[in-house]
């Protein structure tokens, strides 16, 4: 098991090696620019992680050596987490990093294996629109009516519901500008080509092999 694992990794970096398909016109320019975005999103998104890690060490230190009470820090560990899930959303999806089920990729056939994540991509987007109006509505209604969290600290909730409609808002575009890209320029432009670490992938890689 551990040798097919290896394998697959191994398959998986050579692919990453591979010179990225430069997608012209202003899809491209669109493609470049969430690519910008989400490397920024990516850096304060592991700074907001690490942010919360030291808001609740200091909520430990505070409450169970210094005996003090604590307001705020559970929520702003809560806020920190939320905004560093939803921002990255889009950037792991750009990368094909979602938790998938990769059983059967390397059962069917590259045709098929195609329409299935083309299928996903367009259901996925579906719901993740959705979830994002939604959002935006809770939003609008936090802002408006000046709603903030039942704690003692009593924040504004239109935080959480921001980070959550903007997050949302950025994988749906990243969603649409990878099946635009498969339409327009095939698979490997919207992310397909790269093998999975898993069993598909290795199954995969063991056919390869018996093909050699």
């Given amino acids: 098991m551990s040798h097919a694992f290896d394998a697959a990794s191994a398959a998986s970096e050579t692919a990453r090696t591979a010179p990225e398909p430069r997608v012209p016109g202003l899809l491209g320019a669109v493609d470049r620019t969430m690519k910008a975005i989400n ?4 850096v304060f998104g592991g700074l907001a ?12 230190v505070v409450r169970y050596w210094l005996k003090e009470p604590t307001e ?3 929520e702003m560990a809560v806020f920190l987490i939320v905004g560093a899930t939803f921002f990255s959303a889009a950037a792991v999806q750009a990368k094909r990093g979602h938790v998938a089920i ?13 329409a299935r994540l083309l299928f996903a991509d367009i259901v996925s987007v579906i719901f993740v629109t959705f979830f ?11 802002w408006v009516d000046g709603q903030v969290s039942q704690s003692t600290w009593g924040p504004p909730l ?7 409609a903007t997050g949302m808002s950025f994988l749906a575009l990243q969603f ?14 919207a992310g397909w080509a790269d093998p999975k670490v898993g069993l598909g992938a290795a199954t995969a890689d063991l056919k390869s092999g018996a093909h050699r």
């Avoid at 490397?39 to 990516?42: A, K, L, N, P, S």
């Avoid at 992680?49 to 430990?60: H, T």
């Fill in 49 to 60: 992680l690490v942010g919360a890690c030291l808001v609740l060490s200091y909520s430990v």
């Fill in 72 to 74: 705020w820090q559970d």
């Fill in 39 to 42: 490397r920024v999103i990516m």
């Fill in 132 to 142: 994002a109006w939604k959002s935006w509505t809770l939003f609008h209604e936090a």
């Fill in 158 to 164: 239109w935080i959480p519901y921001a980070l959550m």
């Fill in 102 to 114: 990769e059983a059967l990729s390397g059962l069917l056939s590259p045709r098929v294996n195609r």
């Fill in 176 to 189: 649409v500008l990878q099946i635009v890209e498969a339409f327009n320029y095939g698979p490997r432009s």
